[in-house]
């Protein structure tokens, strides 16, 4: 891990530690995409998340379903990324051909 900055291998530790995966620079509309299709298979709003329309620039948002949490962040207007755990994300990451990593960019 050479070449990282201080911030990018705590964000790995931290990742690693949680066991939990990241996609970054994901297109806004594959993003929006995503969502409307895990709300579509029952996941569920984050409860502080409820009145985000994904229609627009968020912030955050929060999918639940059981105990797995997808977090969705957008970047700027044009890119954004998921965090999630494992077993989660990779599903997602091979069904929607992205990749997952635990090293941030």
Not at 6 to 35: C, E, G, T, Y
Not at 79 to 104: F, H, M, Q, V, W
Request: net charge positive.
């Amino acid at each position: 891990m050479s070449g990282y900055s201080l911030a990018q291998r705590w964000q790995h530790f931290r990742l690693r530690m949680a066991k939990k995966q990241v996609i970054q620079a994901v297109p806004m509309a594959l993003l929006r995409q995503i969502i409307s299709d895990y709300l579509e298979q029952g996941w569920e709003r984050d409860r502080m998340h409820i009145d985000v329309d994904i229609h627009q620039l968020f912030d955050c948002l929060s999918l639940r379903k059981g105990m797995s949490q997808l977090d969705f962040r957008c970047k700027d207007e044009h890119s954004g990324e998921i965090c999630g755990p494992d077993n989660a994300l990779l599903g997602l990451a091979k069904n929607y051909d992205l990749k997952a990593t635990r090293t941030p960019r």
